[in-house]
């Protein structure tokens, strides 16, 4: 059973940074995308960074330039470095892998950016 473990989340004050990891685990085939999504209180969830196997990488034009997402094959793990936080950037984030046309999701973790 394939399961997507989220951790980093937290308070930080706006202009901190915060590093999110996702470690997936029992999976037979690795994940062709990788990435996070965002759902703020009252609002859709909503992309917010992908990552393929072979390293492409796509944003939200929201987080462009700020954000940065990664993953580690050999660790099955993808990582989001969220830079200069700011206060609509509070959300529950989604870790999110697709294979072979299955999508799983993580439990989410909360980043709470003050002002």
């Known amino acids: 059973q394939v399961q997507l473990v989220e951790s980093g989340g937290g308070l930080v004050q706006a202009g901190g940074s915060l590093r999110l990891s996702c470690e997936a685990s029992?999976?037979?085939?690795?994940?062709?995308?990788m990435g996070w999504y965002r759902q703020a209180p009252g609002k859709q969830r909503e992309l917010v960074a992908t990552i393929t196997s072979a390293g492409s990488t796509s944003y939200a034009d929201s987080v462009k330039g700020r954000f940065t997402v990664s993953r580690d094959n050999n660790k099955n793990t993808v990582y989001l470095q969220m830079n200069s936080l700011k206060p609509e950037d509070t959300a529950v984030y989604y870790c999110n892998a697709l294979t072979r046309g299955l999508v799983f999701w993580g439990q989410g973790t909360q980043v709470t950016v003050s002002s």
């Open positions: 029992g999976n037979r085939f690795s994940f062709n995308f």
